[in-house]
């Protein structure tokens, strides 16, 4: 199947910095991207759907000015977590492709 | 959107034995139903997926089972192995802007007893 990969593996940081987290498509391209969130023990769920070219797409109860997404080319979307707070500690989690979503393999944040 | 229910949350079987978990999803519209398993620390990673154009589908030691007009769909693992630990996530698709997204499953850790 397609790889995607994710950068950093795991972060930590202190309340009220910005995170920056990188998914790469490596062998293929994406005009869509996903982000999901993931808290211990909890099922994922879709953030964001990052679209090449244009704005992202948030679901109800995420805060876009928090979760800046841009994908500014076919193989890579980045997510900022803003301001970054104890309770956006989470398991962040990007997929892409088209008839199948592959995952990357997450990123760690700990917000100290 | 899309909710979809799994069941159980947690299974353990006799290794050698079969492994079943059942999801039940509300948006007729819904026609892509892919299943992941999940190890710790890691990413989702596709084990078998169904379109709604086939009722069944398998792959070695795996399958799929789809029922359309019930809302339900179905993972079966047979002759289960230490390694088919793990936590095993189904999903539903649905569309919106355009995109075709998808709604996790809550999820079921299996664990298999050797």
């Known amino acids: 199947g397609a790889v995607v990969s994710q950068h950093p593996s795991r972060v930590i940081c202190k309340s009220g910095t910005s995170v920056k987290i990188e998914c790469r498509s490596l062998?293929?391209?994406?005009?869509?991207m996903f982000w999901y969130r993931q808290f211990p023990k909890q099922s994922l769920m879709l953030m964001a759907t990052?679209?090449?070219?244009?704005?992202?797409?948030?679901e109800q109860g995420v805060e876009k000015d928090k979760f800046l997404i841009n994908h500014a080319s076919l193989t890579l979307s980045t997510l900022t977590v803003t301001s970054a707070h104890p309770e956006d500690s989470s398991f962040y989690i990007c997929?892409?492709?088209?008839?199948?979503?592959?995952f990357g393999p997450g990123t760690r944040l700990t917000v100290l | 959107g899309e909710n979809v229910e799994q069941h159980p949350s947690t299974l353990s079987v006799q290794e050698g034995d079969s492994a079943v978990i059942k999801c039940t999803y509300s948006?007729?519209?819904?026609?892509?139903f892919p299943w992941y398993k999940q190890e710790l620390g890691k990413g989702p990673q596709l084990i078998i997926d169904?379109?709604?154009?086939?009722g069944e589908k398998k792959d070695q030691r795996i399958a799929v089972t789809l029922n359309k007009t019930a809302k339900h769909f179905s993972l079966h693992i047979t002759e289960t192995q230490p390694e088919d630990s793990a936590v095993y996530f189904c999903?539903?698709?649905?569309?919106?802007?355009?995109?075709?997204?998808?709604?996790f499953g809550t999820g079921t850790r299996l664990t298999i007893i050797p």
């Open positions: 997929s892409a492709g088209e008839d199948e979503q592959f």
């Open positions: 062998d293929f391209q994406a005009t869509t």
């Open positions: 990052s679209n090449e070219g244009s704005k992202a797409t948030y």
């Open positions: 948006d007729s519209a819904s026609n892509y």
């Open positions: 169904i379109r709604s154009n086939v």
């Open positions: 999903a539903a698709s649905w569309w919106s802007f355009g995109n075709e997204k998808l709604t």
